[in-house]
């Protein structure tokens, strides 16, 4: 068995909506049907009983080596904690080779999984040993370490039930909600909106204790210290017993309270340095330690920590004692899990010398025997809920804390008898407070009722029914889809929006280009949904980014597919027929939301076939509204975009929209039936996107087929009375629409400069020249400046090849070179003549073109 490919999907795919590793896993013979391995599925679960059941589709046929993998993949994962259900084995045309698809929530874990089921097939063939709790201990260890923590997490699944897209933006807890202008950030717990003013506030705990107390809430005295005799003397003067923290710590790391004598004080002291060069010596308050959780500017959550302790049986250890409480599987290291392991460190070990124990002590049946003196979490504390008993006055008292520190979050920590009683009666008061609380104790309690506090921040965040979107339009097919994309962006912005695009030529906010070459694919719609001033997104989604890593978004408002035709990097990655080619490009159509709308062409069955997939409304799009599809829509009340006595007609029931083409001059009256095609779908998605009409006519009007609108589609020029036209077509289709273009326009002898792409079929290559040998006069064959794997002069032999035959051309030259070709033409040219040029180099060869057409103009 032999992996030559692993890749990483981490969008909606061809497979499915889960993120998933895929690989090309080929099989010898022998491979390809386990049972005739003698013992090996048995073998392999005695090394795994856990494994998942080893079944193909059809039931009877047999299990390769392959389908193990993908089976061993996703049991060692569900086996590690992680939540996936969903693999796939597919068998390629190439005979013992298999695309492997399983699903991860964690990239890291999935490919690390992916490895160890490789190991444990390995093993089992050899029959080798497999150690399975170290596979799994691997596995577990690396999603604690890099999946979200609860406290972000719990905000995370709050935005996603609400339907707001998030993207994690760091290895840590950095995250993305909502798209484009509507985006919003947090850190853990801390969102963007707080302010670092606020934050340094809450995390100098004299300057809080200070500004709080002037705000007239409760808090114990205390103050500063500059070494460990200083932090003696300010316990004698607040009064023993006293609390030494960090002046700028959190998460309880070095705090140490209750403290009553002076060597306890310094190894305290010691402790605290440990974190921080600033220490602080405050009077210890007697009672229990509650954390209320702020969330703007109300009391969302309550939790009473106690100290980490176990009770004595007398006979165990503290030491053992305390590693059969860290053995409950809801304890972990950090903050992954609910609760922490409690540690032996010499904090701990200092707390059990004032209780007259050691770590090696068996204390007596029942005793409590605590381990540190504060209740952290993080230091092995638990949690109780007690929100449903919080008092309205200390409520109060907590949100007063965190409006005055100035914290739109707010953990606010509180020393008192029960937070069931106003403070100033129990003489009770507020110790701290924290910028990034933690959630975990809130969302899981040791003890007691979770609350909904990932609900609450996200609350704080969007407003009731804002889902944090902006438009999104998906745009896919075989041609057309750059003029489609730069076209709907037009209108979108016409209508005052600020609008990102991705497209074969670049990445633009607005009409700035912020990157260049083909940036049709996954990685460039992200940055363009990233950036803060994109109020609507058009994005051209081609197949290689759909194949490589899937799509950007989780659903899109408007998916619009072109058309499906021949020629469009058929045979590569196994898609070798129009309907493979058509499954890829409906991913756009199945991912639309379920108030969103597919536009699609109804001209194209392979397209018009789409539509049972989409979940959201369909729109069909084509010049003639007699066909079947088209009728039966509209009988129906659904939209249609048409062609009617020279005008665009856009209608759904009684409504209906004409615009003249006269008034669209990309379409030059209607004669250009690819271009109408192009603003068929165009407005249609625009209409999807819900932008007024006006805006629509507008742009239409000031959109035209130039080099700053639309270059390398359609440019049309005037050299020295002659047309030429440039244009970026480059397959058989593309070809058979620019034919049927140029054919509707006058002209007295017909030329055509031409290269190929290497990276296309023989047959796609020699159809090209097949199509536009039947309708020009003259063909300049040129080899372009990368030949994409072909070697020298085999795609110029392709292309006569094609000429061969049904060529009325009465000459056919070779040239090498593109803008040695171009100039030739050019040379060639008559007043009246017609010269279609299809450009490799977009950029270069239009600006060339452009140079000559200048030169002639002034000459």
């Not at 659903?555 to 499906?564: G, L, R, Y």
Request: net charge negative; hydrophobic share 45%; charged share 20%.
């Amino acid at each position: 068995m032999e992996v030559s490919r692993i890749r990483a999907l981490r969008g909606p795919n061809l497979w499915s909506r889960h993120t998933s590793i895929e690989a090309i896993v080929a099989c010898s013979p022998d491979e390809a049907d386990i049972a005739v391995i003698n013992g090996l599925e048995a073998r392999l679960r005695e090394r795994f009983p856990d494994l998942g059941q080893l079944q193909t589709k059809g039931h009877d046929d047999p299990v390769s080596m392959a389908q193990v993998l993908a089976v061993a993949t996703l049991s060692l994962q569900a086996k590690a904690g992680c939540p996936v259900t969903f693999s796939r084995t597919q068998a390629t045309p190439e005979p013992g080779v298999y695309q492997v698809v399983v699903e991860y929530s964690e990239e890291d874990v999935g490919r690390l999984a992916f490895d160890l089921a490789q190991a444990l097939v390995a093993a089992a063939l050899a029959s080798q040993p497999f150690d399975l709790p170290g596979a799994v201990g691997q596995l577990r260890e690396l999603d604690e370490d890099i999946r979200l923590g609860p406290s972000t997490g719990a905000i995370v699944d709050a935005a996603v039930a609400r339907g707001i897209p998030f993207r994690r933006l760091t290895s840590g807890s950095l995250v993305q909600f909502g798209w484009g202008s509507k985006q919003r950030r947090i850190q853990a717990a801390e969102i963007d909106a707080t302010s670092a003013i606020a934050e340094s506030i809450a995390q100098d705990k004299d300057l809080s204790k200070r500004l709080l107390a002037a705000a007239g809430v409760p808090v114990p005295f205390g103050r500063p210290v500059t070494d460990a005799e200083d932090a003696w003397a300010a316990a004698l003067e607040v009064g023993l017993p006293v609390a030494v923290k960090p002046q700028d710590g959190n998460q309880g790391k070095g705090v140490t309270s209750n403290i009553v004598g002076k060597d306890h004080l310094m190894i305290a002291y010691q402790v605290a340095r440990q974190f921080s060069d600033k220490i602080m010596v405050e009077k210890y308050l007697p009672g229990h330690d509650f954390r209320l959780l702020v969330v703007g500017d109300k009391l969302v959550a309550a939790a009473r920590r106690d100290s980490p302790h176990v009770i004595g049986d007398g006979v165990h250890t503290i030491t053992e004692l305390v590693a059969e409480v860290n053995s409950d599987p809801r304890r972990g290291d950090g903050h992954a899990t609910p609760m922490t392991r409690i540690r032996i460190d010499e904090i701990a070990v200092a707390r059990l010398k004032l209780q007259g124990y050691t770590p090696d002590a068996v204390p007596a049946k029942g005793a409590r025997v605590m381990m540190r003196n504060n209740a952290n979490l993080s230091t092995g504390g638990t949690a109780t809920d007690v929100t449903d008993e919080v008092h309205p006055d200390v409520a109060a008292r907590a949100v007063d804390a965190a409006l005055m520190v100035g914290l739109d979050i707010c953990g606010v920590d509180m020393i008192c008898d029960s937070v069931g009683r106003p403070l100033e009666e129990q003489g009770g008061g507020i110790v701290e407070v924290n910028a990034t609380p933690g959630l975990r104790m809130h969302v899981f309690p040791s003890y007691g009722k979770g609350r909904a506090v990932g609900e609450a921040v996200i609350s704080t965040l969007y407003p009731e029914g804002d889902n944090g979107r902006i438009p999104v339009v998906a745009v896919t097919g075989t041609n057309g889809k750059t003029t489609t994309v730069r076209l709907i962006a037009h209108l979108l912005a016409s209508s005052g929006l600020r609008v990102g695009m991705t497209n074969t030529d670049g990445v633009y906010i607005g009409k700035r280009q912020i990157d260049s070459g083909d940036c049709a694919g996954p990685k460039s719609a992200r940055n363009v949904l990233m950036h803060p001033d994109v109020d609507a997104a058009v994005l051209e989604t081609a197949r290689g980014g759909l194949l490589r890593e899937g799509l950007a978004f989780d659903h899109c408002q408007v998916a619009v597919v072109t058309n499906i035709g021949l020629g469009d990097h058929l045979g590569l990655n196994y898609i070798t027929t129009v309907d493979d080619l058509a499954v890829v490009k409906r991913i756009i159509v199945q991912n639309v939301a379920s108030d969103g709308y597919a536009v699609l062409n109804a001209a194209d069955p392979v397209v018009a076939a789409m539509a049972p997939k989409c979940p959201g409304a369909i729109c069909f799009f084509a010049a003639d509204r007699g066909l079947p599809s088209v009728a039966a829509h509209r009988a129906q009340g659904q939209r249609v975009v048409y062609v009617e006595e020279g005008a665009l007609v856009a209608e759904q029931g009684d409504f209906a929209e004409r615009i003249p083409l006269s008034a669209v001059p990309i379409t030059r009256d209607g004669t250009i039936g690819f271009q109408v095609d192009n603003v068929m779908a165009a407005v249609g998605a625009a209409w999807a996107t819900g932008i007024g009409w006006q805006a629509i006519r507008a742009g239409l009007a000031s959109f035209r087929g130039d080099l700053d609108n639309a270059p390398g589609r359609f440019n049309v020029f005037d050299y020295r009375g002659a047309t030429v036209i440039a244009d970026y077509g480059h397959n058989p289709d593309a070809m058979a629409a620019l034919v049927g273009a140029v054919n509707a326009m006058p002209a007295q002898r017909r030329l055509v400069v031409i290269s190929g792409a290497g990276d296309r079929r023989d047959e796609d290559i020699r159809q090209q020249t097949q199509i536009l040998g039947a309708a020009f006069d003259e063909v300049l064959l040129y080899q372009d400046a990368c030949q994409r794997g072909r070697g020298d002069g085999e795609v110029l032999a392709l292309l006569r090849q094609g000429l061969f035959g049904a060529s009325r051309a009465k000459q056919v030259d070779e040239i090498r070179g593109e803008f040695i070709a171009i100039d030739a033409a050019l040379g060639k040219l008559r007043p009246g003549d017609l010269c279609l040029i299809l450009i490799d180099q977009i950029e270069e060869a239009l600006a060339h073109i452009a140079l000559r057409v200048g030169e002639a103009a002034t000459a």
